[in-house]
């Protein structure tokens, strides 16, 4: 059903076109994703959240409510629960791997997030404490990227290699990396 949306109203038919298809078939997780996505390409993320949760209540075995959601928070740095929805899409999902890898990038962020706001603004340190929680952090992502690096080996799907490097070496483990 993709089609070139050139103006203004070729996005409006475009997303009524899907809105009508999604009434048809709201079973179908390609129309709902394409309904869904439609409205991400358009910022318009509260449309994508109602979405979300008319399509999880109705089909509760869906794991694509819990992408789209995990995915709009992840966008606005709310790893913690962004990390609780992707927790949610069960293995063999379609998209499961890119959940994977995204839970492992919202845990190496809020590390990232945590070293920046507790390193020494001279020094770049951080106490001793902190720094051992900081690589706890990178250690809970570093689980997730090396899952990742089973699932998808040769990174033909998510590039997960460079973060897993920088994690090896950021927590002592540079022989791994």
Same mark, same amino acid.
């Given at each position: 059903?993709?089609?070139?949306?050139?103006?203004?109203?070729?996005?409006?038919?475009?997303?009524?076109?899907?809105?009508?298809? %999604?009434? !048809?078939?709201?079973? #179908?997780?390609? *129309?709902?994703?394409?309904?869904?996505? @439609?409205?991400?390409?358009?910022? &318009?993320?509260?449309?994508?959240?109602?979405?979300?949760?008319?399509?999880?209540?109705?089909?509760?075995?869906?794991?694509?409510?819990?992408?789209?959601?995990?995915?709009?928070?992840?966008?606005?740095?709310?790893?913690?629960?962004?990390?609780?929805?992707?927790?949610?899409?069960?293995?063999?999902?379609?998209? %499961?791997? !890119?959940?994977?890898? #995204?839970?492992? *990038?919202?845990?190496?962020?809020?590390? @990232?997030?945590?070293?920046?706001? &507790?390193?020494?603004?001279?020094?770049?340190?951080?106490?001793?404490?902190?720094?051992?929680?900081?690589?706890?952090?990178?250690?809970?992502?570093?689980?997730?990227?090396?899952?990742?690096?089973?699932?998808?080996?040769?990174?033909?799907?998510?590039?997960?290699?460079?973060?897993?490097?920088?994690?090896?070496?950021?927590?002592?483990?540079?022989?791994?990396?």
């Amino acid at each position: 059903m993709r089609m070139s949306q050139k103006t203004a109203a070729d996005s409006a038919k475009y997303i009524n076109d899907m809105k009508e298809l %999604y009434k !048809q078939y709201p079973e #179908n997780d390609q *129309v709902y994703g394409g309904l869904a996505d @439609a409205y991400l390409q358009h910022g &318009n993320n509260a449309e994508v959240l109602r979405l979300a949760d008319e399509h999880q209540a109705q089909f509760p075995q869906s794991p694509l409510p819990h992408i789209y959601r995990a995915f709009l928070l992840m966008q606005d740095k709310k790893y913690d629960e962004s990390i609780a929805e992707f927790d949610k899409v069960p293995e063999g999902a379609p998209a %499961y791997m !890119q959940c994977v890898f #995204n839970r492992a *990038v919202c845990k190496y962020n809020k590390a @990232a997030d945590f070293n920046e706001a &507790n390193s020494d603004l001279r020094t770049g340190k951080m106490t001793p404490a902190n720094e051992a929680k900081y690589k706890e952090m990178l250690k809970s992502a570093q689980l997730d990227f090396e899952k990742c690096q089973q699932l998808d080996p040769d990174q033909m799907t998510v590039k997960w290699g460079y973060l897993l490097k920088n994690i090896y070496l950021a927590t002592d483990q540079k022989e791994k990396a």
